[in-house]
């Protein structure tokens, strides 16, 4: 939390305390000072400082891997965007014969949106604000299911470019994306590119259920609401105590598993069906492979180990 450091809104609340002291001091024999709005925000800053390095120490692993992911998807970005050839993944006319819009530039912006996104949400997790970053994980899981729709689908991106305007684009969005159509349509893709039956019911039923739960964030239900205003200590599992301002939280650990379920899913997905550039010694291609590489055994080590590990 920012310091008042700006005159002018410091002023403004050093004249409110004067006013407020003025009536206070006869109404209630008390009275506040500046300095102890200072006292406040300087504590609540430590008490971030101090939960966030916890946050950072015990999910050291998880919060790397995402941080990985997050840098192999920029990297794919930057790799998809290109003044030179404007064609890696795809032909420039794939969406109209005029090449207008490129789907590799579009494509290269689903990317730089799905890592700000991630990088929000890292930022919020090691905060161990976990409510907002609940709903942020739902928003980057739909719009990571959407970019593998759209790589996948021609007749579907053509669609999707026509949303011109909010209203047109809504209207689309419901018609490609809303929520049982987008799972259906995961469904098939995963079946068209030889994944069997099993795999297929299992992430399609492992979706609706995480769609579900990260909604009620979203929708900001009683329960989450509630449940959500606590903070669960990380070496206690019985300990919990008021979330207000973020700071220590254990309970950063399911959605910190979605958002690198998420990604690590994506990546798969992007790799499987697209990943063919034309100029393979395209400026950080070759990062974004080697990341790829290092992430399938990292995720499985950290979260399916000997050790058990049960997000």
């Known amino acids: 939390m920012k310091k008042l450091t700006n005159k002018k809104l410091r002023a403004l609340v050093k004249q409110n305390v004067n006013n407020i002291n003025n009536i ?4 209630f024999q008390k009275t506040i000072k500046i300095s102890d709005i200072d006292a406040i925000i300087s504590f609540i800053n430590e008490q971030q400082k101090d939960g966030e390095k916890i946050n950072t120490n015990f999910f050291n692993n998880e919060l790397t891997l995402a941080n990985l992911s997050t840098l192999c998807i920029a990297m794919i970005s930057l790799s998809l965007h290109s003044s030179e050839s404007d064609e890696e993944i795809f032909p420039k006319n794939w969406l109209s014969e005029d090449g207008i819009p490129n789907p590799n530039f579009i ?3 689903l990317f730089l949106q799905i890592t700000n ?4 949400i890292i930022d919020l997790l090691e905060k161990g604000l976990d409510n907002p970053a609940r709903t942020l994980v739902r928003s980057i899981s739909e ?10 689908s021609q007749e579907d991106f053509k669609e999707y470019i026509k949303g011109k305007d909010e209203n047109a684009s809504n209207e689309i969005w419901y018609k ?3 929520k049982n159509k987008m799972f259906e349509k995961i469904s098939a893709i995963e ?8 795999f297929i019911d299992f992430w399609y039923t492992y979706r609706k259920e995480r769609h579900q739960f990260f ?3 979203v929708h900001h239900s009683y329960l989450s609401v509630n449940i959500g205003a606590y903070s669960s200590k990380c070496h206690s599992d019985n300990e919990n105590v008021k979330g207000l301002f973020g700071g220590e939280n254990a309970s950063i650990d399911p959605p910190l598993y979605y958002l690198n379920t998420t990604l690590f899913m994506f990546i798969r997905f992007y790799y499987k069906i697209a990943n063919k550039p034309k100029n393979p010694d395209k400026a ?7 990341l790829h590489q290092a992430i399938n055994p990292a995720y499985f080590d950290i979260y399916y180990s000997t050790e058990g590990y049960k997000p």
Request: net charge negative; charged share 15%.
């Open 191 to 198: 079946k068209n590119i030889g994944f069997d039956n099993e």
């Open 24 to 27: 206070s001091k006869k109404a």
């Open 215 to 217: 909604s009620e964030s």
């Open 176 to 178: 490609l994306f809303s």
């Open 107 to 109: 494509l290269s912006n």
């Open 284 to 290: 950080f291609w070759l990062e974004s492979v080697v």
């Open 117 to 120: 996104y991630s990088i929000a």
């Open 143 to 152: 719009l990571c299911n959407q970019t593998i729709i759209l790589i996948y």
